[in-house]
T-cell receptor
Framework: GNSVTQMEGPVTLSEEAFLTINCTYTATGYPSLFWYVQYPGEGLQLLLKATKADDKGSNKGFEATYRKETTSFHLEKGSVQVSDSAVYFCALSTSGAGSYQLTFGKGTKLSVIP | NAGVTQTPKFQVLKTGQSMTLQCAQDMNHNSMYWYRQDPGMGLRLIYYSASEGTTDKGEVPNGYNVSRLNKREFSLRLESAAPSQTSVYFC???????????FGPGTRLTVT
């Protein structure tokens, strides 16, 4: 079956530090990969996505590259801000029989301090 | 354009009571989903509806029922609430042929 493993949190960084959140996956077929972000008290929002190997998704200074050889999709940002404090979820989706289900990792809580 | 809306935002139930969580989307999406979010567990799919008129079980369907009332609305019913169903519930929707899901703000349910 499909599964997503992401690094345990919480992660605490100072403003302007470099961020990496590791994500690896197990899937049958050719999954699409996603990072979602959940700000306090809100629902999940799509942050970025990649639909095939070697694609790079990017948004709001965040980026992640779909690495098929290492089955990874690590999230990076060069300089974090206090406003980036949130929970980040890695997810994958495969199609089959009309099903478009997402499989999520457990989430990584990021706190950025001034 | 409100996106995905959920009601209520908060609910407290006693064990054995029933309730229905409502979800509606105004994006003309075909597929809708119900998830629960528990600490350290990420999001787990309860039920989904790939298109109007169809519903299917997800990873954790026991204790829940769903109704796809029309293309816009997808409700989740707890017939006899249990403390193990204390959680935050999220509804989501997506266009049938893409994987990008749009989430509502969530319902925080406590069962005592």
């Amino acid at each position: 079956g499909n599964s997503v493993t992401q690094m345990e949190g919480p992660v605490t960084l100072s403003e302007e530090a470099f961020l990496t959140i590791n994500c690896t996956y197990t899937a049958t077929g050719y999954p699409s990969l996603f990072w979602y972000v959940q700000y306090p008290g809100e629902g999940l929002q799509l942050l970025l996505k990649a639909t095939k190997a070697d694609d790079k998704g990017s948004n709001k200074g965040f980026e992640a590259t779909y690495r098929k050889e290492t089955t990874s999709f690590h999230l990076e940002k060069g300089s974090v801000q206090v406003s980036d404090s949130a929970v980040y979820f890695c997810a994958l989706s495969t199609s089959g029989a009309g099903s478009y289900q997402l499989t999520f990792g457990k989430g990584t809580k990021l706190s950025v301090i001034p | 354009n409100a996106g995905v809306t959920q009601t209520p935002k908060f609910q407290v139930l006693k064990t054995g009571q029933s309730m229905t969580l409502q979800c509606a989307q105004d994006m003309n999406h075909n597929s809708m989903y119900w998830y629960r979010q528990d600490p350290g567990m990420g999001l787990r799919l309860i039920y989904y509806s790939a298109s109007e008129g169809t519903t299917d079980k997800g990873e954790v369907p026991n204790g829940y029922n769903v109704s796809r009332l029309n293309k816009r609305e997808f409700s989740l019913r707890l017939e006899s609430a249990a403390p193990s169903q204390t959680s935050v519930y999220f509804c989501a929707s997506s266009v049938l042929d893409t994987y990008e899901q749009y989430f509502g703000p969530g319902t925080r349910l406590t069962v005592t």
